[in-house]
Nanobody, 120 residues
Framework: QVQLVESGGGVVQPGGSLRLSCAAS????????MGWYRQAPGKQRELVAR???????NYADSVKGRFTISRENAKNTVYLQMNSLKPEDTAVYSC??????????????WGQGTQVTVSS
């Protein structure tokens, strides 16, 4: 069994910063891609940022230049540094990971989500 546990959400004023963390634990042989997704009320879930095991990244156009995704492979942890936050960044942010659970077998996992609210 694998668990992804997020932390770091909260309420912040426009222009502020937050750092999200997501730690994976359990039966893990390795982790391939890790990413952050978000879902705002009444909207579909969307990819925010993704990072491969080798460190290649991609971002949603709406967050480029403001958000930075990074990971610590030794800790099975992914981070999302969010700067210059805007009210439209308000959403539930969820961590996602492709976990190698045994040789040759990947399985996709989701965290429980953490609320980010940007409001004055």
């Amino acid at each position: 069994q694998v668990q992804l546990v997020e932390s770091g959400g909260g309420v912040v004023q426009p222009g502020g910063s937050l750092r999200l963390s997501c730690a994976a634990s359990g039966r893990i042989l390795g982790i391939n891609a890790m990413g952050w997704y978000r879902q705002a009320p009444g909207k579909q879930r969307e990819l925010v940022a993704r990072v491969t095991k080798g460190g290649s990244t991609n971002y949603a156009d709406s967050v480029k230049g403001r958000f930075t995704i990074s990971r610590e492979n030794a800790k099975n942890t992914v981070y999302l540094q969010m700067n210059s936050l805007k009210p439209e960044d308000t959403a539930v942010y969820s961590c996602n990971a492709d976990v190698v659970i045994r040789l040759g077998v990947d399985q996709n996992y989701w965290g429980q989500g953490t609320q980010v609210t940007v409001s004055s």
